[in-house]
């Protein structure tokens, strides 16, 4: 066997998928088709390296989604915190000019803590349940019993008492902002 012709069969066993030289074909042309060959293997490999990496940039920004979603959800969540915060000191200011505090209040409060379920954990929206109730009581004493100035006495000091548990409460149950 010749030279030429062992290194054609050579080349012929280690590229399989090619076809091997017919007698009179010059070696270029078959170096040509090996290199195309590779050079397509290469750009599928490349294709295969940029499909992965925008699949891994699409992880990334779902997870920076992710992300700005739960810290948007906290941020809603804070701003409605504080606007039952702001409506349990509005009522704190109505209730501290005695049992005769508007009704518009009340029913504002009222609303506050219904909703304070939603968005405080338990114990504290129980807490805006019982100011409430003690509040209910209160105004509903002032409303079904005359007036005399023992029992109106009476009721402010029961308006009074609810304004410190209120202050009291707010101290400690005042939302964090968030950052």
């Known amino acids: 066997m010749s030279g030429k012709r062992a290194l054609k069969s050579l080349l012929a066993v280690l590229f399989l ?4 030289l ?11 088709n090996v290199v195309i060959s590779i050079a397509a293997v290469a750009a599928v490999i490349f294709s295969a390296y940029l499909t992965s990496w925008f699949a891994h940039q699409a992880v ?19 701003e409605k915190q504080l606007d039952l915060s702001d409506a349990l000191r509005e009522f704190r200011i109505a209730i501290s000019e005695g ?8 029913w504002n409060f009222f609303r506050a803590a219904q909703l304070s379920e939603f968005y405080f ?19 509903g ?3 079904m019993l005359p007036l005399t100035d023992e029992r109106n006495k009476e009721l402010k000091q029961r308006c009074n008492d609810l304004s ?3 202050r009291s409460y707010l101290k400690r149950a005042n939302p964090a902002p968030v950052n």
């Open 60 to 78: 990334k920004e779902a997870k920076k989604a992710v992300e700005e979603a739960k810290r948007q959800n906290d941020i809603a969540r804070f």
């Open 164 to 166: 410190e548990i209120i």
């Open 121 to 139: 954990p338990l114990e504290i929206s129980d807490e805006y349940g019982d100011i409430y109730n003690h509040a209910h009581e209160t105004k």
């Open 141 to 143: 004493l002032a409303e």
């Open 17 to 20: 998928p090619f076809p091997s």
């Open 99 to 106: 049992p005769d505090y508007p009704d518009y209040a009340h």
């Open 22 to 32: 017919p007698e009179g074909e010059p070696l270029m042309s078959f170096v040509v």
